[in-house]
Structures are given as C-alpha cells and as structure tokens.
C-alpha cells in the first residue's frame, strides 16, 4: 500500500469536484430496459422473489476472439462473438429472458469513467434509484470492480422496476466491460464474471510481467469495497525505481447519484529513493480534473510543477530541505531488516490531491501497540495499519468524519 493511495482519503470526504484522467475511458452503451418488472402487478413479495433469484452452475463453454483473447464461461448454450473495430461483443446465453453481454478493449479503461458512463446512459431514458458498488477482486493484480444499478421506469400499469449488473476490469491488453440488464441473479453475475474473467488469456503483452512488485489494494468503507489502488515498481537505471499506480472510486451519495473517480500516476525516484519526476493524472465522473508533472532541479531541492487543476493553469516552483521522499525512502527505514526507528521519522512528501503547489511534510512512527503497527502523519490525514517485512503498509484506516476508510492489500507479487 502506498502512501499515494492512503491519500485518497482527502478526496473521499471532499465534494464531488474534478479529477484527472488516465488514458480515455472505454465507451460505454446504455443498458436496455426490456427487461424492467411492472411493480404493481407482483406486489412487493413477487418483486423480490424476482430479485433474489440466482442460477445453478452452467456449462463452461469456450470462446475466442478475433483479436487472439481466449477463455471459458459459464453459459446455457454457445457464446456468440462480433467484431466492431478493436473492440469484441461476447453475448452469453444464460436461459433467462436478457443475455450477459461483454465488450472486450484491447487497452487500460477507466473504472471509474466507464461505470459512470453506464451510469449516464441509463439515465437518459430511466430513474436512477441506486447506484451500489458491490465488490473489488483481485485477478492476477488486476482490478475486477463489480456494480449494480437498480432503475425504474414508467409503464402503462405504473412504474417498472430494474436492475443492471456490471462489471469492469481494468487491464493492460485486455479490459473487459460487462451488463446483464434483468432483476435477480446478482451473485450469479459475479460467480460467471470472475470465471470468465480468470480464464483469459491472449490479447498482446502485457508489460507488467517486467515489474519486480505489484500489489493491489482494496478500499472500503463500512465494509463495502468503494475502490481499489494497483501499484507496478520497476527497476530504472542505476538503482533508480520507476513506480506506476493506478486507482478508482465508486461513492454513492443517495437517489441515485454518485461519484466515479480514476487516478494515475507516475514517478520515478533516484538511488536514495528520492523523488526526481513525476506526473499526476485524475478524473472525476468521466472528466478531466487535474494534471501536473513534477520535475527536480538541478540542487535536489526545487521542483518545478506544471499543469492544471479544475480547469486552472498551475505552474510554479517549491523548494524543500532535502528533497521529497517517494513510498520507498519511508519503507526502507521500517523494512524488519533494518534498525528499528526509535522516535519520529520525518521527511517531505509531495500530495498531488492535498496540496499541489508545495511539498507536504510526513512524519511515521512506530506504535507500542504491536510490533508492526505504525501510524503515519501526511499533512493533516492520519494513517494507522500494520506495516509487512519490507516497511509498507499491508493494512491501515483512517478516519472519514464519522466513519472510517479501510485500505487492505489483497495481492502481491515480487518485493519493493
């Protein structure tokens, strides 16, 4: 877990405002709603009999793309497969009245953006009632992010009820985008996903086979997964580290109405694990809210930040005592191996979301409370969790007003 993601918090408890952009969003078509349940006519017990249904385990049949990608899924009679483009439409047969439907992309989407642009076109022609972040799962480091929204349209015998399932997962060669437009078998949609999902293979290179640690986290609040941060180290040229991370956000706020959020990041960091160049990319519900790139001086101590940031130039320079610390240079003095940190530890940091004109001052300490329980100062967020052998966090929380937000790592592979 990276100090980065622990940052995220401070977006969490903000107003819905912009937030930049990875690479674009996959587009994304409006559910039907052929399949919506007239309310009056089942009465509240026939409507949730409706919802709760599921299905028994199919047939796994399998299927292959025009682009190369290949795998399994669980389906009541053949898959069937279109080309459009760079993009492939599987429809999956389930035996029900509407089909699953996926749109596989042969690049990175945005969960965030994509979800929201369901979200959006379901809304043109219906009442979004709820729009619910299910759960996050990791597939081979990989973010599978699992949604519903629950609509209602109106009918010649009164309102109509329906649900759409979703599922986004964000890879490098090959993303995927799936809907099931019908009420009941929510449980269902994610057994048949996360298979399909785990079965795939084919689809180009995917460059993070060179990273030497990957690791993905889960966000929750209240125990609901709203989100998760992914993290790709490479080794750079002369003990340098380059750091990739990606994350997004699903947060309801009520009648249907949420905020979608998608961050990227890249930095790379010198021999001492001291911040050279950066830049920072954010969007919020499918548009572009910031983007900043960091950039060392010649002394090791001024930087230089260039961008914008809700629709604003930002352009400047700061200057630091002893330069800006990345994840690393923290992890390095906590790691089991080295000397136990007795006091404080401090240095400065830059917080692309807290501040994004000057660098941010941390200060990590460990806790008597346990032998790797840390806690963590950055700016005005505080972190607490339970630190692993290499110094970074597996675990932690921090408080979001009344409630609190849980960062847990879920899968890694290889050491920082």
């Not at 993009?87 to 089909?99: A, D, K, N, R």
């Amino acid at each position: 877990m990276t100090v980065l993601a622990a940052v995220l918090a401070a977006a969490l408890a903000a107003p819905a405002a912009p937030i930049d952009a990875a690479p674009p969003g996959a587009p994304a078509k409006a559910p039907a709603t052929a399949a919506a349940v007239a309310i009056p006519a089942q009465g509240p017990e026939g409507l949730r009999a409706l919802f709760e249904r599921e299905l028994p385990s199919l047939e796994k049949r399998s299927f292959r793309t025009a682009t190369g990608i290949t795998g399994q899924v669980e389906a009541a009679a053949a898959p069937g497969i279109e080309r459009s483009g760079e993009t492939s439409l599987l429809t999956i047969p389930l035996g029900t009245g509407e089909p699953l439907r996926c749109t596989f992309f042969p690049s990175r989407v945005d969960v965030g953006a994509t979800l929201w642009r369901v979200a959006e076109g379901a809304r043109t022609r219906t009442k979004l009632i709820a729009v619910q972040p299910v759960d996050v799962v990791a597939v081979d480091g990989s973010a599978l992010v699992l949604a519903m929204l629950v609509y209602q349209v109106e009918g010649q015998s009164g309102p109509l009820a329906g649900l759409v399932k979703v599922a986004v997962f964000a890879h490098h060669t090959r993303s995927l985008l799936c809907l099931h437009d019908e009420p009941g078998y929510v449980a269902s949609f994610g057994r048949i996903v996360k298979g399909l999902v785990g079965s795939l293979a084919g689809g180009g290179a995917d460059e993070r086979s060179g990273a030497k640690f990957r690791e993905l986290s889960v966000f929750r609040i209240g125990g609901v997964a709203v989100g998760y941060g992914e993290r790709d180290l490479y080794r750079g040229e002369h003990g340098a580290h380059l750091s990739e991370e990606y994350s997004a956000q699903i947060l309801p706020r009520g009648g249907g109405d949420f905020i979608a959020m998608d961050g990227v990041s890249r930095q790379q960091s010198d021999r001492d694990d001291l911040l050279e160049r950066a830049t920072f990319v954010d969007v919020t519900n499918g548009e572009l809210a910031a983007r900043i790139a960091l950039r060392r001086g010649e002394d090791g101590r001024t930087f230089r930040y260039d961008g914008e940031k809700d629709g604003k130039a930002l352009q400047g320079t700061f200057t630091t005592k002893a330069g800006l610390s990345t994840d690393l240079w923290f992890a390095r003095r906590f790691a089991s191996s080295a000397p136990a940190p007795k006091g404080d530890v401090r240095h400065e940091h830059y917080s692309f979301t807290a501040n994004p004109v000057a660098a941010t001052p941390v200060v990590q300490r460990l806790e008597a409370s346990g032998p790797r329980r840390s806690s963590m100062e950055l700016g005005a967020l505080q972190v607490t969790g339970e630190l692993d052998a290499h110094g970074t966090f597996e675990k932690a929380e921090m408080p979001i007003g009344p409630t609190k937000l849980v960062i847990e790592r879920v899968w890694s592979r290889g050491a920082p």
